[in-house]
């Protein structure tokens, strides 16, 4: 009993001891918890763990009552929160493929422990920990290599051509993870710039970006946020800075006391003024969505891709005694326009007090823009349907494999492309794998299977980032971005 009073009077120090504060009224209740741990310490059929039940049950079940957001941190996973915050991450620095039942290295950070250790692009790891990689799904193979890395790990590897496989252990390293992670030209005079997340450098990591591709020259930009779960809404303001004019808003704040505070742009800004083009999906959230609502509202960009995610909460993180920390939702965020971004919620306090009104809002010049929670684009684009043969050679990992054995045996020019005799090539490999396509279908997806071909090969012998821009070249939504900078917003 007494180990969960102490875990309690650590997390509330102050309650129980000042008069004045409210939460010293939650007294009775917090005796009643006590009480119960005591019944259950002494009656339970097995033994109750005083840790668990307060930071797995207790707490947990009373946030719930809240909203999903609102999250205690016991003290390892506050830990890793406080590290993703400086953007740190442990890992072996390995940029891999997954397949059903296969993960293949394409790049190995240099001084990363992979590289270290004789790892290269090609590799196929085998087994982690003796757990064998071929029976799994790409799911329980993610969850896998996470666990994996958080620890010294002992990885059965096979070199490409060879029957024999090696073993090696590789312990994690802090790895830098930069969250501006792709910057080169789509075309002479247009930026393409990827933010995977908002950490405390982003808004020096674009401006320095920018200007390594030509700055206030360039004829236009491209800012892919899809896939970005937001971050440091300061971060956020700070990129918003680089766009918008001086005292311009970029968002505002009401929470529970209806008081609204206003986010602007600092009045010493010197923005760039070339046109700028948005990326989003329905996994660009927070941060990510303040960022394209402020550009969007200021008539700066046009938004482009599938609705955002809808996530404007704003959150403190507390620190609490046993090195814990609650994360808990005091307001929320709106656009300059005012629409909230914040999605309401079937259930919990989230789905009265977001006030999501939906509706026509409008933007500096009058385009009318949706309410509702998250940010509609401005140009709908939806992702490619995939033909059953690229669903095939996506998902055997096929492509991968056969570029992993060219690139072994033949030298890779800087201008590499792939010429038909290649495309033959695979056609005869395919073939021996199983896959034989029908004339039509092969000829229907020619061109994709080609650039695909060229983008796994690029990525074995230049790494991924190369590989990428080849890929940007063929994206449906970059492609119609690259069409929006030529013409005004719509």
Do not use: C
Request: net charge negative.
């Amino acid at each position: 009993m007494r180990s969960l009073a102490v875990a309690i009077l650590l997390l509330l120090p102050v309650a129980l001891r000042a008069d004045d504060d409210p939460a010293a009224a939650v007294a009775d209740d917090l005796k009643k918890i006590i009480d119960v741990f005591v019944t259950l310490d002494e009656q339970a059929a097995d033994p109750v763990s005083a840790d668990q039940a307060i930071y797995q049950g207790a707490i947990p079940g009373m946030l719930r009552t809240l909203d999903p957001h609102s999250i205690f941190f016991d003290p390892d996973q506050f830990q890793q929160l406080q590290q993703m915050q400086r953007s740190e991450s442990k890992g072996f620095g390995t940029i891999v493929s997954i397949v059903p039942g296969r993960v293949t290295i394409l790049q190995t950070l240099e001084g990363s422990p992979s590289a270290k250790s004789g790892l290269s692009a090609g590799d196929e790891i085998l087994a982690i920990n003796n757990i064998p990689l071929s029976q799994l799904v790409p799911e329980q193979l993610i969850q896998l290599l996470t666990q994996a890395r958080q620890q010294a790990a002992v990885l059965d590897v096979r070199k490409p051509g060879n029957v024999r496989a090696f073993r090696l252990s590789l312990s994690p390293e802090l790895i830098d993870a930069p969250s501006v992670d792709r910057v080169f030209l789509l075309s002479p005079g247009i930026g393409y710039l990827r933010i995977k997340s908002f950490d405390e450098p982003t808004g020096k990591l674009v401006k320095s970006s920018i200007d390594t591709l030509g700055g206030a020259d360039l004829k236009g930009l491209v800012i892919d946020l899809r896939d970005n779960p937001g971050g440091a809404v300061k971060a956020a303001v700070e990129t918003a800075s680089l766009f918008l004019q001086p005292q311009q808003v970029v968002f505002t704040i009401r929470g529970r006391n209806e008081q609204k505070e206003q986010v602007q742009v600092p009045a010493l800004a010197q923005p760039y003024t070339f046109p700028l083009a948005v990326l989003m999906d329905a996994k660009s959230a927070s941060a990510a969505e303040i960022l394209a609502g402020a550009l969007q509202d200021h008539d700066r960009a046009t938004i482009l891709g599938e609705p955002s995610y809808g996530k404007g909460i704003v959150q403190n993180v507390f620190p609490l005694s046993g090195n814990s920390g609650l994360a808990l939702t005091i307001a929320f965020y709106y656009t300059p326009s005012g629409r909230s971004l914040q999605k309401p919620l079937e259930s919990g306090s989230l789905n009265i007090a977001a006030k999501a009104t939906p509706g026509t809002f409008h933007t500096d010049a009058g385009r009318a823009v949706r309410g509702g929670g998250g940010i509609q684009p401005d140009v709908l684009v939806q992702a490619a349907q995939v033909s059953q043969l690229v669903y095939v050679l996506d998902a055997s990992g096929t492509l991968t494999a056969f570029a992993g054995e060219y690139v072994q045996s033949h030298d890779i020019p800087d201008n590499f492309d792939v010429d038909p005799e290649l495309l033959d090539q695979l056609k005869v490999s395919l073939s021996q794998r199983g896959i034989q396509p029908g004339i039509a279908e092969w000829l229907r997806d020619r061109n994709l299977i080609q650039s695909k071909l060229k983008q796994e090969i690029v990525n074995l012998k230049f790494g991924v980032e190369k590989g990428d821009q080849i890929e940007m070249q063929r994206d449906a939504v970059v492609l119609r971005a690259v069409e929006s900078l030529s013409g005004p917003l719509r």
